[in-house]
C-alpha cells in the first residue's frame, strides 16, 4: 500500500536510484520509495552481464548483476518501499508525484524531496541520419543486449556494429558467445571510443575486425537488412568517395551514444544544460528546482558504474537532508482555517516560532454581512485562543486579527487554528 | 475457377482504396479490398505531409483541383464520423525576400478560380508575429483558412475499419496479379490468394495503378513514375511550429515546407526526386541534404541535433493529359470507367493532393457506378459512425484512473516517449482489423515514434504481440513476413 | 631462443596500461609500462597461461527470466573458452536460482567453477 507521502522518493531503481534510496534511508529520512518502470531493481546493470564492475567501490570485478544484487540487499534489509512496473507521468515543481502501474493503478504522491535517478537513452539511427532503408535488423546495442541476455533471444545472426563505445565492444564479444558471426566494429572516430581493456578483451582476442574512421553511409534490404554500405570518413566526418565497401549482414547493431534521459525532470521544471543534457546541479546533487535532485547517467553519462554509485550517495544524502530540514520545518507550521462565516484567510499557515518575535496578524474576508456586534474567534479545536470584537461584518470590508504573543504557548499544541464569526 | 464472387473489387487499400470502400459499404453490394502488404496505408499513404490542402496549388480546371477542393470541404463531417484527428489549422504560402511577392499573387488567382474559399494576404510583420521561429526575411504570405493537418495513418485505418464493420470483407498481403476477362467485360480477378470473381473491379492500386489497368488493356501509354520525398521528424521539446508553413511553389512540387504533426513534432520535406523502382523508399544523403537546405530557408532556427527520425515517401505520379478543354496539364488525375472494358473502374496518378481528394474521388467512384447503371440500394444498418478507442496520453488524469480501474492494462506504460500503455496495444491487435506487426502498431498507437525510436519498447511490444497472436516471439514481425526481429533463441546455435 | 618485446593491454583494471613486455619464448624477461605490479603478473600469465573471466548465460526453467548470468569463478583458460560455452549452453537449471550457486563444477577440468551472479526467483 502506498504511503500519501514520502520523505525521499527515488525514480529509477539502477545503481544511481538504489545508491540514493540506500543513502538516504541511512541518513535518517523515515519513508523513501523507489519507482521502476521494469519488473525488478537494478535498471540496465540486470542486462550487463558482463564482469567489469565495483573495482573501485568493493576492489573487486564484478558482473552487472552482482553488483546490483549487493544495493538490492540493503534496500531490502533498510525498509526501503519499491513502486515496480510503474511509471511516472509527472512531477510539479511542488515535488507532487503522479505514477501509473498495472498493480496500484494511477496514483498520487508527495515528497519532500526526489531523486532524479532515470539514467540515460542510447542515440538511435536516426539521430545519426544513417541514410538507406528501414527495415527490420537494426538495433540499439541496448535493445539487443536486452533480447541476447534478458528475453533469451538472438536478433541476427551476422552483425555489423557502429561505434566502438563499451557497449558496442561488450556486445560484439557477448553474440560471439553465442555463436553469431561480428563481421566488423566501425568507429567513425579515428580513435576508440570505449576502455581498452574491452577493446582486448572483447575484440583482440577473440578477432573481430575493429575499422577506425569509418561509419555506416546506406543499409540495404526492404524487408530485413540484407547488408550495410561502410565508408572511410576523413576528419570532418565526410564520407571519402570511392571508399564504399557492401557488407553483407542481417544485423546492424548501434553504439553510437547515451543521452540523458530528463523528460521527467523538464516537466518538473529543471533548469538543464545544454551540453550535458542533464540538470544543473549544486555540489549536492540539487537541481534548479528545490528539493530535486539527481544522480547519475541523468546529469552526465559517466564510464564506470562506481562513479554512478558515488553520485546516488551524495544525492541520497542531500536529499534525506532536505527532507528532515523540510519536515522540522513544517512541523511548525500551524495552519489557518476557514470557520463559520469566513471565506479565506491570509496567511494560509503560520510558523508558531513567529509569535517569539512578535504578534502575527490575520487577513480575512466574511461571506455574508452580519449588522450586529460580533466576535471573530480563533481556535484550536474548541478552544480558544484569541478573539476580537467588532460592530458588525461586510464582505467588501476586510477583517484582521491579531494572535499575540502571548498566545505562543497556546499555538504549539495546535495543528490548525480556525477562525469562525459569532454573534455575540 | 473463383473462390467466391463479390460485386465489386478493390485493389489496393489505401486512402483512395479504404475510402471507396467506406463510401460504397452504404450500399447492398458484396465487395472485397485487397491489399498486398501486411496492413492497409503502407504505399503512398503511408509517408506524406499529413496536409489537408486548401485547394489553391492544382491547375484551374483539372481533376486534380476539382477534386481537392470538393474533398477538403468534406474533412470536418468524415473526421466526426470516423473518429481520427483532424485539425483545421490553415496553411500559410511564405514569400521570403521581395522577388517572390508576385508568385503569391499568381497562387490567389488559382485559388480564386478554383474556388478556395478563406484565403488572405498577410504582411511580413503579421506572419512574424504569427509565426515567431519563421525566417525574419519574411515578406509576406497567403494564408488559407481551410488548410488542415491530419494523421493518414489514423485516417485509412479509420475509413478501412469502418468498411469493414459494415460488411466489406479486407484481404491482406493479397497481390494482384491479372485479370480474368471474358471478351471485354472483367469477370475475375487473379491474386497470389487465388481468383475472385466480381461484376466491377476498382483499380486503386496507387504506384502499380500503371501495372494494373494495362492489365486490363487500358492507358498503354499511361506510366507512373515514381517521385521520392525525404523527410525529418524533430523532437517536439526542442522546437515547435504552430502552422504548415509553404515555400512558394516550382513547378514540380510544392516545395520543401515546414509543417506539425498532431503531436507536436516539427516536419520538413519533401524533396521530388523521380526514380524507376516502386519499392524504394530509401534515405539518401543528397536528399536529406536537400530538405535540410530547402526548409532551412523557411525557419532558420532548425537543429540537426533534435531530429528523431527520417523517413522517404513515394509519390505516384501520373502522365495523364486533363480532359476539360482549353486546359494544358498533362499530369492529372484518372478517374474513369473506360468505354473499351466492362466492370471496370479506372483510377490513376492519385498523387499529392490524393489524401485530401480521397473522399471526393470515393463520391465520384459512387457516381461514375450510378451512371453505368448500378441500383446501388442503401442497406438500412449502415452504420456510418466508426467508434475511437481510447487515447491514453490524450486523456484528464480523471479519465485515466477510470480507464486504469477497468482495465489495468492501461496502467503499464509500454512506450515512455509517447505514453502509450498495454491496454491500447492490445486493443489494436484485437481490433475490426487486426494490427499484427509492430509496424502496424506503431501507425495506430504512435508508439516508437518518440526520441528514443523504439529502443524501449520493441522487446516489451515483441512480448505482447506473441502472447496475443498466440505465436512464438521468432515470428513477430516488424512489417511482415520477412520482417521477421528475432533470429533464434539465444542458446540454440546451430552446428 | 631470441629475446623479443610484445605490447600488450593489461585488462586487470579500467586503466588498460599498455605493457612493453621483453621476454624469452614463455619466460619474462621484463615489463615496462606498467603502473602497479598487476601488470607484471598480467605479463606472466599472457606469457604461460592466458586466462579470461568468462560471463555468459545458462538456461533456467520456471523462472522470471528465460535465462540467469553466470560467470567463471576464477579466471578460465583463454584457448578453451569456446568448449566451457558449448557445455554451458547444455546446463539447464530450476528455479530459483541462488546468487553464488554453483551452475557448472570443475568447468572441463580445469578446477574453474561457474557460478550464478544474480538472484532468479521462481514464478509464482
Known amino acids: 500500500m502506498l504511503k500519501q507521502k514520502y ?238 565497401e557492401i557488407i553483407p549482414c542481417d544485423t546492424l547493431l548501434l553504439s553510437v551514444g547515451l543521452i540523458p534521459e530528463n523528460e521527467l525532470s523538464r516537466k518538473a521544471g529543471v533548469a538543464l544544460d545544454p551540453v550535458t543534457g542533464g540538470p544543473y546541479v549544486d555540489e549536492g546533487m540539487q537541481t534548479s528546482v528545490p528539493g530535486i535532485f539527481a544522480a547519475g547517467n541523468v546529469v552526465h553519462v559517466y564510464d564506470l558504474v562506481d562513479w554512478v554509485t558515488e553520485a546516488g550517495f551524495l544525492a541520497g544524502r542531500s536529499a534525506a537532508k532536505f527532507a528532515i530540514a523540510e519536515r ?43 449588522e450586529e456586534k460580533v466576535w471573530v474567534e480563533v481556535l484550536d479545536g474548541e478552544n480558544l485562543v484569541t478573539r476580537k470584537s467588532q460592530r458588525y461584518v461586510r464582505p467588501g470590508e476586510m477583517v484582521t486579527v491579531d494572535i499575540p504573543q502571548k498566545a505562543y504557548d497556546a499555538v504549539q499544541k495546535a495543528d490548525t487554528l480556525t477562525v469562525r464569526v459569532v454573534r455575540r | ?181 471474358e471478351g471485354n467485360r472483367i469477370v475475375a480477378v487473379k491474386t497470389n490468394r487465388g481468383t475472385f470473381g466480381c461484376r466491377w473491379a476498382i483499380n486503386c492500386a496507387g504506384l502499380y495503378s500503371d501495372v494494373v489497368m494495362h492489365k486490363a488493356g487500358v492507358r498503354p501509354e499511361f506510366k507512373i513514375t515514381p517521385r521520392k520525398g525525404e523527410y525529418y521528424v524533430f523532437d517536439r521539446a526542442e522546437i515547435t511550429i504552430n502552422n504548415v508553413l509553404f515555400p512558394v511553389p516550382t513547378p514540380i512540387s510544392k516545395g520543401i515546407l515546414v509543417t506539425t504533426t498532431l503531436h507536436g513534432n516539427t516536419i520538413i520535406g519533401p524533396n521530388a526526386q523521380e526514380i524507376e523502382d516502386k519499392e524504394d523508399r530509401s534515405v539518401t544523403r543528397d536528399g536529406l541534404e536537400e530538405v535540410w537546405q530547402g526548409a532551412r530557408k523557411l525557419v532558420p532556427k532548425l537543429d540537426l541535433r533534435h531530429v528523431i527520425a527520417v523517413f522517404a515517401g513515394l509519390r505516384p505520379g501520373g502522365n495523364a493529359p486533363c480532359e476539360t478543354p482549353g486546359v494544358n496539364y498533362n499530369k492529372d488525375y484518372i478517374i474513369e470507367i473506360p468505354a473499351k472494358v466492362q466492370g471496370f473502374v479506372n483510377l490513376g496518378g492519385i498523387e499529392s493532393p490524393g489524401l485530401t481528394s480521397a473522399p471526393a474521388i470515393a463520391q465520384r467512384v459512387v457516381e461514375l457506378l450510378k451512371d453505368a447503371g448500378e441500383k446501388l440500394e442503401e442497406k438500412r444498418d449502415w452504420d456510418p459512425i466508426r467508434p475511437a478507442r481510447p487515447r491514453f496520453r490524450d486523456l484528464s488524469p480523471e479519465e485515466q484512473k477510470i480507464l486504469i480501474r477497468n482495465d489495468p492494462r492501461y496502467g503499464r506504460i509500454v512506450c515512455r516517449c509517447e505514453s502509450v500503455t498495454e491496454g491500447e496495444i492490445v486493443a489494436e491487435i484485437h481490433a475490426p482489423i487486426p494490427a499484427r506487426t509492430y509496424d502496424a502498431i506503431k501507425r495506430r498507437t504512435w508508439l516508437g515514434t518518440g526520441r528514443c525510436q523504439g529502443g524501449f519498447d520493441t522487446p516489451r511490444v515483441v512480448e505482447i504481440l506473441a502472447r496475443e497472436l498466440g505465436v512464438s516471439m521468432l515470428e513477430v514481425t516488424k512489417k511482415g513476413p520477412g520482417s521477421e526481429f528475432l533470429a533464434r533463441p539465444t542458446k540454440d546455435v546451430e552446428g | 631462443m631470441a629475446e623479443e618485446v610484445t605490447k600488450m593491454i593489461c585488462i586487470t583494471c579500467p586503466v588498460g596500461c599498455t605493457l612493453e613486455v621483453t621476454h624469452e619464448g614463455k619466460t619474462l624477461i621484463k615489463v615496462d609500462g606498467n603502473q602497479c605490479k598487476k601488470g607484471i603478473e598480467y605479463a606472466e600469465n599472457e606469457l604461460t597461461d592466458p586466462r579470461r573471466m568468462v560471463p555468459t548465460t545458462v538456461k533456467v526453467r520456471g523462472g522470471v527470466h528465460p535465462l540467469v548470468p553466470v560467470c567463471t569463478a576464477a579466471p578460465f583458460p583463454k584457448p578453451r573458452v569456446f568448449d566451457l560455452l558449448a557445455e554451458l549452453r547444455k546446463v539447464e537449471l530450476q528455479a530459483p536460482v541462488k546468487i553464488g550457486q554453483v551452475v557448472l563444477e570443475n568447468a572441463l577440468g580445469t578446477g574453474v567453477d561457474v557460478v550464478a551472479t544474480r538472484n532468479l526467483p521462481a514464478v509464482n
Open chain 1, 328 to 370: 522540522k520545518r513544517t512541523a511548525r507550521q500551524v495552519k489557518l482555517q476557514p470557520g463559520d462565516n469566513i471565506r479565506y484567510i491570509v496567511p494560509h499557515v503560520m510558523d508558531k516560532e513567529s509569535l517569539a518575535e512578535s504578534d502575527q496578524r490575520l487577513q480575512m474576508r466574511v461571506i455574508k454581512p452580519i
Open chain 2, 1 to 181: 475457377m473463383a473462390k467466391k464472387n463479390y460485386d465489386v473489387i478493390i485493389i489496393g487499400a489505401g486512402v483512395v482504396g479504404s475510402m471507396i470502400a467506406r463510401f460504397l459499404s452504404r450500399y447492398k453490394l458484396d465487395i472485397l479490398l485487397i491489399e498486398k502488404d501486411a496492413d492497409v496505408g503502407m504505399g503512398a499513404s503511408s509517408a506524406n505531409t499529413a496536409i489537408v490542402h486548401a485547394g489553391y496549388d492544382p491547375v484551374p480546371g483539372s481533376l486534380k483541383a476539382i477534386m481537392n477542393v470538393a474533398g477538403n470541404k468534406m474533412w470536418d463531417t468524415l473526421a466526426g464520423e470516423l473518429n481520427f484527428p483532424f485539425e483545421r489549422r490553415g496553411d500559410y504560402v511564405v514569400a521570403i525576400g521581395d522577388e517572390e511577392v508576385p508568385l503569391l499573387d499568381e497562387l490567389w488567382e488559382r485559388g480564386v478560380k478554383n474556388g478556395v474559399p478563406g484565403m488572405i494576404m498577410l504582411s511580413g510583420d503579421e506572419v512574424r508575429r504569427r509565426e515567431p521561429n519563421i525566417n525574419p526575411e519574411v515578406s509576406g504570405a497567403l494564408w488559407a483558412s481551410t488548410g488542415g493537418i491530419c494523421d493518414p495513418f489514423a485516417v485509412v485505418i479509420a475509413a478501412a475499419e469502418n468498411a469493414v464493420m459494415n460488411g466489406v470483407t479486407l484481404m491482406l498481403e493479397t497481390a494482384f496479379e491479372d485479370f480474368v476477362m
Open chain 1, 7 to 244: 520523505d525521499v522518493v527515488v525514480i529509477g531503481s539502477g545503481p544511481a536510484g538504489l545508491a540514493a534510496a540506500i543513502e538516504a534511508k541511512k541518513t535518517g529520512a523515515e519513508d523513501v520509495l523507489i519507482i521502476e518502470r521494469a519488473k525488478e531493481l537494478g535498471g540496465i546493470l540486470q542486462q550487463c552481464i558482463h564482469n567489469g564492475f565495483g573495482v573501485e567501490i568493493f576492489k573487486e570485478d564484478l558482473p552487472g548483476p552482482a553488483y546490483a544484487q549487493r544495493f538490492i540487499d540493503q534496500v531490502e534489509e533498510l525498509g526501503v518501499e519499491t513502486l515496480l512496473d510503474a511509471m511516472v507521468l509527472d512531477i510539479t515543481p511542488a515535488r507532487h508525484i503522479y505514477a501509473i502501474s498495472k498493480w496500484s493503478g494511477f496514483a498520487e504522491l508527495d515528497a519532500r524531496a526526489i531523486v532524479l535517478a532515470m539514467g540515460c537513452r542510447e542515440r538511435t539511427r536516426a539521430q545519426i541520419r544513417i541514410p538507406g532503408t528501414r527495415p527490420a535488423g537494426v538495433y540499439t546495442a541496448g535493445t539487443a543486449q536486452r533480447f541476447v541476455n534478458i528475453e533469451g533471444y538472438m536478433p541476427g545472426n551476422r552483425f555489423v556494429i557502429l561505434g566502438s563505445g563499451d557497449i558496442g565492444m561488450i556486445m560484439a564479444r557477448r553474440l560471439t558467445f553465442e555463436g553469431a558471426k561480428v563481421e566488423r566494429v566501425l568507429e567513425i572516430m579515428p580513435f576508440l571510443t570505449g576502455l581498452t581493456r574491452n577493446y582486448v578483451q572483447c575484440l583482440l582476442d577473440w578477432d573481430i575486425p575493429l575499422q577506425l574512421s569509418h561509419t555506416v553511409s546506406r543499409i540495404l534490404g526492404n524487408r530485413r537488412v540484407e547488408a550495410v554500405e561502410a565508408v572511410q570518413v576523413d576528419e570532418k566526418w565526410q564520407p571519402i568517395p570511392g571508399t564504399e
